[in-house]
Nanobody, 123 residues
């Protein structure tokens, strides 16, 4: 199983980016996907998740600005990021797994990770 994340880059505060994570070697339809991020000097933190049933979950700092979605036909999950802020600067990682609902925000609940894509928001 491989996850290929893309779409990161440099954007001004208030701008938008869309991250993509393509999964190969596993059909997404039965799995949950999530995005985490890690800023320099900080621990990895949960950003958003979408379960196999398409229910979505967000961290409070990104609620209302970020949208996670999935295309099972393309085996791809997306993270649309709007109204970006300097504090959104981080390496963003996608992950796949079968977490139970109470563990949806826990990184240890996901078994396979992408390589990360850097998002830099200039203020």
């Amino acid at each position: 199983v491989q996850l290929q994340a893309s779409g990161g880059g440099l954007v001004q505060a208030g701008g938008s980016l869309r991250l993509s994570c393509e999964v190969s070697g596993r059909l997404l339809i039965n799995y949950s996907m999530a995005w985490f991020r890690q800023a320099a000097g900080k621990e990895r933190e949960f950003v958003a998740a979408i379960r196999y049933n398409a229910y979505t979950y967000y961290a409070d700092p990104v609620k209302g600005r970020f949208t996670i979605s999935r295309d099972n036909a393309k085996n791809t999950v997306y993270l649309q990021m709007n109204s970006l802020k300097a504090e959104d600067t981080a390496v963003y990682y996608c992950a796949v797994g079968r977490p139970i609902l109470s563990e949806i925000r826990r990184s240890s609940a996901y078994d396979t990770w992408g390589q990360g894509t850097l998002v830099t928001v200039s203020s």
